[in-house]
């Protein structure tokens, strides 16, 4: 079966978020700066340090997130600062339920395979939900 996480966006304080869940439940996060991916060298230096990924376990969750860059034309709005991931076991997982949810709404970003080494998608259902499909290959 699928697993799903909830995946959240902030304004600019992912990292300061995640460090407060931390003092809650334990753990620890894992960060990926904007500054680390490829094609962002032109970000300030202060949207570099943004979180472009973040993820921390709980329990048999993990709770993900990303700031929105304003410098990219980005806007954090209520509706649009959560998406719920789901994770596949197979591409062929990942485009049906891509397919699926996607009838009748909206793509954002079509399935592709990412730098991560994942194949990834976006979108808003019919009904206004925005999820994330991933499936990270085994290689």
């Known amino acids: 079966m699928a697993t799903l996480n909830p995946y959240l966006n902030f304004p600019g304080n992912a990292e300061e978020a995640f460090s407060f869940y931390r003092s809650v439940f334990g753990g620890d996060y894992m ?82 395979r990412t730098f991560w080494n994942a194949y990834f998608g976006m979108l808003k259902d019919p009904y206004g939900i925005k999820w994330m499909v991933n499936y990270d290959y085994q290689e």
């Open 31 to 112: 960060i990926q700066r904007f500054k680390e991916i490829p094609d962002m060298e032109n970000l300030s230096d202060e949207d570099g340090e943004k979180a472009m990924h973040i993820s921390f376990p709980i329990g048999d969750c993990t709770l993900m997130a990303s700031d929105v860059l304003s410098s990219q034309n980005q806007q954090l709005t209520s509706g649009n600062n959560f998406y719920i991931s789901i994770d596949a076991k197979s591409e062929e997982e990942a485009n049906r339920f891509f397919d699926g949810l996607s009838a009748g709404g909206e793509v954002e970003m079509p399935m592709q």
